[in-house]
C-alpha cells in the first residue's frame, strides 16, 4: 500500500492564500478545454476578452467567502 503524507498545512489562511493567487480556467470560445464549472461566470470571461481584466482569480468569484467551506 502507498504511504501518503500531508504536504501543505491546510490551515485557513494557506487555503486563502491559494483562493487570492489561482486562476481561474474558463472554456475556449467552442466550449472546450478548461473548466466547465466556469461557464457560469460570462461576465467574466467577457471581461477578459475585453480586455478589462488580464485574469480572474477563485477570490474574484467567491473563493474566499467563508461560507463555501464552513457551512
Known sequence: MDEVKQFAPL?????INC???TKVNFPDSTGNNG????????????????GKMDSVTVEN??????QKCHY
Do not use: A, P, Q, V
Request: hydrophobic content about 25%; aromatic content about 16%.
Open 19 to 21: 483562493h487570492r493567487t
Open 35 to 50: 473548466n466547465k464549472f466556469y461557464s457560469i461566470y460570462e461576465k467574466f470571461h467577457k471581461d477578459l476578452k475585453s
Open 11 to 15: 490551515s485557513m489562511g494557506w487555503c
Open 61 to 66: 468569484i467567491g473563493g474566499t467567502e467563508c
